[in-house]
């Protein structure tokens, strides 16, 4: 089941990415670069002594560039491409846990494998996603500018980095036993 997502996982980053680099309509953005900005007296229709503030804008552009349409497909890409990865090398660690046992040098391997994956991973495609949306958001609104930014949560960080010690921890266990089989 796993394999099955990281390949469903797989094609829908292609799918996406070439059906969205051969589309030609318009692509939008939100941006919270306006959050609280006072929407005037013009505004909406509020009863006396409320104040109306806008939250997001968002921002829309007929004909975009190449650049601005691979800016958009940086926002959502990165995440599908580290699913995918990720699911993938889950299913490793689970093949390799039905074919030796969970408690094996392999199976500790391809654990710490994925641990560092995802330590590592979530901050890149973090990056790549904020950047990117920065950057489009910077391409409509030049006032606004662009510059790196990180999106999504990173608390799967904690995870990755659970999983790597967990792996350390199995591997030194898989050696104790060896020495322990060794010396019976």
Known sequence: ????????????????????????????????????????????????????TSSTARLCQDSPSTGQRAAELG??????????????????????????????ETVARRLSVLGWFVVVGMPVA??????????????????VGSGPTFAGSMEFVFAGLAAVIMGRIMRQGVRMREDLEGTI
């Open 75 to 104: 926002g959502a890409l990165p995440w599908l491409l580290f699913a995918a990865v990720a699911m993938l090398l889950f299913s490793r660690l689970l093949d390799g846990v039905v074919q030796k046992g969970p408690f094996t």
């Open 1 to 52: 089941m796993t394999l099955f997502l990281a390949l469903l996982g797989g094609l829908a980053f292609a799918g996406k990415a070439i059906t969205h680099m051969l589309d030609d309509g318009a692509i939008c953005v939100k941006t919270d670069f306006w959050a609280n900005a006072s929407l005037g007296p013009e505004g909406l229709p509020v009863a006396e002594g409320v104040k109306a």
């Open 126 to 143: 973090g990056l790549v996603v904020g950047w990117s949306h920065s950057w489009l958001v910077g391409s409509m609104a030049p006032i």
